[in-house]
């Protein structure tokens, strides 16, 4: 028997060991990968920097490089937009430059003698390589770690990708989309494990963003709409208000030391979403607090007061602050998101720049090819998790909350939990009126203690087996999750 057990324990430590071998075999493949097929302009021809845009980060990267930094900051260029000339430090995301300074310094630290030409050249395809093992980290933590492998595999090849980070095209999206993408990833690990830690890396990486790419204003709206809608479908929990927190003023403060941000971060309308979802965090979280603290009839007095006087004062205040001009409109660029014709019918200098053309329907599928096929696959899967793990939250007052916790107790104290009628007919004594919505679904109830709110979490599991027991469900509830 001794001998069974350690072949059992050898045995899979030796399938542990195969499957790490596989997973970074198949990660290094795909980044070796995406750097050498990105290379072909310079196997062709020779390592130049491509077009104009390119060459004028190319110039001041070098400027960067021999002057320094506050030199470069202070820097005014009578060369670019000539005649008038241009005041390189707060005109410019300066993330692109510091990085292939940094990198050119770090390489001749270690006797590696390079021309910061070289650096620029190759930047984009090395950070394209990174961006494939970012990809396999964001989709690893959103399903699963075969799904990071094949995005890992398929971002590598991605004509659209491919085309904003060659050898040569020192542009900022070529570390642009690497600095989104982990900003993401760490938004996942912060949201889902509630840690400071994790949302503090986030707040960093959306500041390298910033530095980077002026496109981070679609990124700083995308993560309060993910916000919002946890808030709405009722998945708001105490681990997300410290994620979102932690971010949105670390991030916004890191954003604000960039020159050319300054205070558009607090005074710009493509950033209010962001400031009113932080708001709407400590709204939501007050009167959670409330409803643990108060009876329900004061509760929702007090609630209908506070909400019309917090929605109206802010409403209020937005429309002077906006009719004074202290808050800017929204910007020409994200106006032509929402409408591909405004730009030609109000901004024609926007409209003359061929990337702000809008796009053919055929370009989809040049820049993503297979991948526009594969598009329904994802989205059915998105659309079959919503269904089945959609949580529906049960505001109780406080005698039925208190009445369904010492039933609970003595559910556990008796060595297990009733069946799914036991459940139903407690749901209908508490005074809910939801228990009709579970008279075939065997459900999880799941208890949440924070220091934000104090609920129960109905989450649906099953649409099979309605006289099923829930034993095996609250035995092991990660599992049957999954």
């Not at 021809?45 to 110039?59: A, K």
């Not at 700083?220 to 932690?246: D, E, S």
């Not at 937005?318 to 730009?343: E, H, N």
């Amino acid at each position: 028997m001794l001998f069974k057990g350690s072949s059992r324990v050898s045995s899979k430590a030796v399938f542990l060991k195969q499957e790490t071998v596989l997973k970074l075999l198949v990660l290094s493949l795909a980044a070796i990968l995406s750097f050498s097929i990105r290379l072909f302009s310079v196997l062709r021809f020779e390592s130049v920097i491509h077009e104009f845009d390119p060459y004028f980060n190319y110039r001041t990267t070098k400027f960067l490089t021999d002057e320094g930094f506050y030199k470069f900051l202070d820097w005014f260029d009578d060369t670019a937009w000539y005649p008038l000339g241009r005041i390189i430090g707060g005109t410019i995301y300066p993330g692109l430059m510091l990085t292939s300074t940094i990198g050119y310094h770090i390489l001749n630290f270690l006797n590696f003698s390079i021309d910061v030409r070289e650096v620029c050249v190759f930047l984009a395809p090395i950070f394209s390589s990174f961006t494939v093992i970012v990809t396999y980290h964001l989709t690893k933590e959103l399903y699963s770690t075969g799904a990071g492998l094949v995005a890992a595999a398929m971002i590598a090849g991605v004509p659209g990708y491919i085309s904003r980070s060659v050898a040569g095209s020192y542009d900022n999206e070529g570390i642009a989309i690497f600095c989104m993408l982990l900003t993401y990833t760490f938004w996942i690990k912060a949201v889902k494990r509630g840690s400071v830690f994790w949302g503090a890396l986030c707040g960093l990486a959306y500041f390298y963003m910033v530095s980077s790419w002026g496109g981070y204003v679609f990124l700083i709206n995308l993560i309060p709409l993910h916000v919002l809608v946890l808030m709405i479908t009722g998945r708001f929990q105490h681990k997300i208000y410290v994620a979102y927190c932690t971010v949105y003023c670390l991030g916004t403060i890191l954003s604000m030391q960039i020159p050319f941000v300054g205070f558009q971060p607090v005074l710009t309308s493509e950033h209010m979403a962001a400031f009113g979802m932080f708001g709407l965090c400590q709204i939501y979280a007050f009167v959670e607090y409330l409803r643990s603290k108060l009876e329900p009839s004061e509760f929702n007095v007090l609630a209908k007061v506070f909400l019309i006087g917090t929605v109206g004062s802010a409403v209020t205040v937005g429309s002077i602050l906006q009719f004074l001009g202290k808050i800017a409109p929204w910007t020409g660029r994200f106006y032509s998101l929402l409408d591909p014709s405004y730009a030609k019918n109000n901004i024609p200098i926007i409209a003359s720049v061929s990337e702000h053309q809008p796009t053919a329907w055929s370009s989809f599928y040049f820049d993503l090819q297979i991948l526009v096929i594969l598009f329904p696959v994802p989205m059915r899967i998105l659309y079959q998790l919503f269904i089945t793990l959609a949580p529906i939250k049960l505001s109780l007052d406080s005698s039925s909350l208190n009445r369904l916790r010492q039933r609970n107790l003595s559910l556990r104290n008796s060595g297990g939990w009733e069946d799914l009628e036991n459940i139903r007919r407690l749901l209908e004594a508490s005074g809910s009126g939801t228990a009709t919505l579970f008279n075939r679904i065997p459900i999880l109830i799941r208890k949440e203690y924070t220091t934000i709110t104090d609920y129960i979490d109905v989450s649906v599991l099953y649409e099979d087996s309605p006289n099923s027991s829930l034993s095996s469900l609250v035995e092991n509830p990660d599992e049957n999750r999954q």
